[in-house]
């Protein structure tokens, strides 16, 4: 169980998501996460797969298996955008503007 946990609280570290942010993220209670993260409990199966998409690693990344996240190539939707926008400062807001500006200059 320990090995979850910790694979689990480097896949927060390296996504740069606190434990909040996963609950939204995969739809679960904030006290479970932290029960996973605390090493009190796992996760059933579906809360599993739910921590790994939401965490966009693999299972095998969770379970200790490999040490490459293998991060998959899903799409991202606009609400992983703007959660990953709200962590920024206005400095790197502003670069991020700039960056999708150009983006959308340049398939127009």
């Known amino acids: 169980m320990k090995r979850f946990s910790d694979?689990?609280?480097?896949?927060?570290k390296l996504r740069g998501m606190s434990q909040q942010e996963l609950a939204q993220q995969s739809g679960l209670m904030p006290a479970a996460i932290n029960h996973f993260v605390c090493?009190?409990?796992?996760p059933s199966l579906d809360n599993f797969i739910k921590l790994a998409e939401a965490l966009n690693v693999s299972a095998d990344y969770l379970l200790g298996r490999t040490e490459q996240p293998q991060v998959s190539d899903k799409a991202y939707s606009n609400d992983d955008?703007?959660?990953a926008a709200s962590r920024?400062?206005?400095?790197?807001m502003k670069t991020l503007i700039k960056i999708?500006?150009?983006?959308?200059?340049?398939?127009?």
């Open 81 to 83: 955008l703007a959660a």
């Open 88 to 92: 920024l400062n206005p400095s790197q």
């Open 7 to 12: 694979n689990l609280k480097r896949a927060l």
């Open 100 to 108: 999708a500006l150009t983006l959308s200059t340049e398939a127009s």
């Open 39 to 42: 090493s009190r409990r796992l």
